[in-house]
């Protein structure tokens, strides 16, 4: 149980287009996501808080015009990378969590590493 | 704001042997939690361990154990018995009370196991 999905797992895209990148709580509901951001060789970097229904929650510094979250259900938060640049190439990693008996426990995407050309 | 602190960029131990993670972290919170995660080459992050601040007793999970001291707020990962699948970044993290909250990562230690 407890299993979190990420589509694509990969993703090349061009200079100045639009990426989404879904993430999926397979078998629970998940009323808050969080999406982590991963440079090579350094640790994960909190981007964004998603709660279902509402609004997402952005760190300092995070640009929420540019990275567009959307939890539109209890299973599903997606990320827009827009107008995505090469500096945005990273491995964008979600976690959702389940509540119950699991102490609010984050289960983990497998990430998707994206690359901007 | 709460910090994790790793030291150690890089360790390697000997198959078989132990080997201790580093960890520190600062907090004003009383409530909180503290989490060791593995990334092996798959990036998958994986959940270690956990200890939960108003336990004393340090959590252990077969070949993995924690060296909890709360008043120097220092968190060690001790692996007995390394096995080459031990081989990943480790990262050490913090989160508070209850409910969804963050977790704050600290920088991470890559762990090489030599055969």
């Known amino acids: 149980g407890a299993v979190v999905s990420q589509h694509p797992s990969w993703v090349i895209c061009k200079s100045g287009t639009s990426v989404k990148i879904e993430c999926r709580s397979l078998d629970f509901q998940a009323t808050t996501m969080f999406w982590y951001r991963q440079f090579p060789k350094q640790s994960l970097m909190l981007m964004a808080t998603?709660?279902?229904?509402?609004?997402?929650?952005?760190e300092q510094g995070v640009e929420k015009d540019k990275f567009l979250i959307n939890h539109a259900s209890l299973t599903l938060s997606t990320l827009t990378v827009t107008s995505a640049h090469p500096e945005d190439s990273s491995f964008y990693i979600c976690?959702?969590?389940?509540?119950?008996?699991?102490?609010?426990?984050?289960?983990f995407g497998p990430g998707t590493r994206l690359t901007v050309l | 704001a709460q910090t994790v602190t790793q030291s150690q960029p890089e360790m390697s131990v000997q198959e078989a042997e132990t080997v201790t993670l580093s960890c520190t972290y600062d907090t004003s919170e009383s409530d909180y939690y503290l989490f060791w995660y593995k990334q092996p080459p798959s990036r998958q992050m994986i959940l270690v361990i956990r200890?939960?601040?108003?336990?004393?007793q340090n959590a252990t999970e077969n070949r993995f154990s924690v060296n909890f001291q709360k008043a120097a707020k220092s968190f060690s990962l001790k692996i007995s018995d390394s096995q080459l699948g031990d081989a990943a970044m480790y990262f050490c993290a913090y989160r508070r009370g209850q409910g969804a909250q963050k977790l704050v990562f600290g920088q991470g230690t890559r762990l090489t196991i030599n055969p």
């Open positions: 998603s709660n279902e229904g509402s609004k997402a929650t952005y």
């Open positions: 976690s959702a969590v389940g509540g119950g008996p699991s102490y609010n426990e984050q289960f």
């Open positions: 200890q939960e601040a108003y336990k004393q």
